[in-house]
């Protein structure tokens, strides 16, 4: 059973040797840096800072780990932002790839942000979950910003931009207003159950 109600932060890695063994199912989070990734989480918890959110990017720089009972989400650092060195930036793909290699990973949520086309690097995440058999979904952020009609373009848009679209569990989220919550529980439960 996943405990949204007692959800709470667990550990931080920074060093992929480190990262547990363990036999519980995990939901990780994963995108470019500001993309949403803290404040999903926040959101599907209902807690305004269970995992740090920030307006400047590239905040999340462990791999953190939250505890909901029978499952952890993991909160993935972001990648693609530019002002790291690429001594770190190497260092967070690292660590990124070390995490995904993991058996014990029920589902990768790997969140867009419905207002912009992909870029290479979530088309290069999605092409190596789709090459690894990695069970994912996407999770479409910021859908509250666009208009009905816009939302529409973007769906058609990403059905040329990014690889088996058609095949790919898509959920239209909103951090701020609850979008997508219900039914991105309801995979959860799902996945967990089966796992």
């Known amino acids: 059973m996943i405990d949204y109600i007692n ?8 060093n992929a040797k480190k990262l547990p063994q363990t036999d519980k199912p995990e939901i990780a989070f994963s995108g470019k840096s500001n993309v949403g990734k803290s404040s999903l989480i926040n959101k599907i918890v209902n807690r305004k800072s269970l995992a740090r959110a920030s307006a400047t990017p590239g905040k999340t720089r462990l791999v953190n780990y939250f505890n909901l009972g029978d499952v952890d989400f993991v909160d993935l650092p972001g990648y693609g932002y530019a002002k790291v060195s690429k001594g770190e930036s190497e260092s967070w793909r690292g660590l990124v790839l070390r995490y995904l290699h993991r058996e014990n ?20 995440m999605i092409n190596w979950l789709i090459d690894t058999e990695t069970p994912f979904i996407i999770a479409l952020t910021k859908a509250d910003k666009l208009k009905p009609k816009e939302r529409e373009q973007r769906l058609a848009a990403f059905a040329d931009e990014i690889p088996c679209f058609e095949d790919i569990t898509v959920v239209q989220t909103s951090a701020e207003k609850g979008d997508g919550m219900d039914e991105l529980k309801s995979i959860f439960e799902e996945v967990v159950e089966c796992f």
């Open 105 to 124: 990973i029920a589902l990768v949520v790997q969140l867009i942000d419905m207002r912009h086309a992909p870029s290479a690097q979530d088309i290069q």
């Open 7 to 14: 959800a709470a932060f667990s550990i931080s890695y920074a």
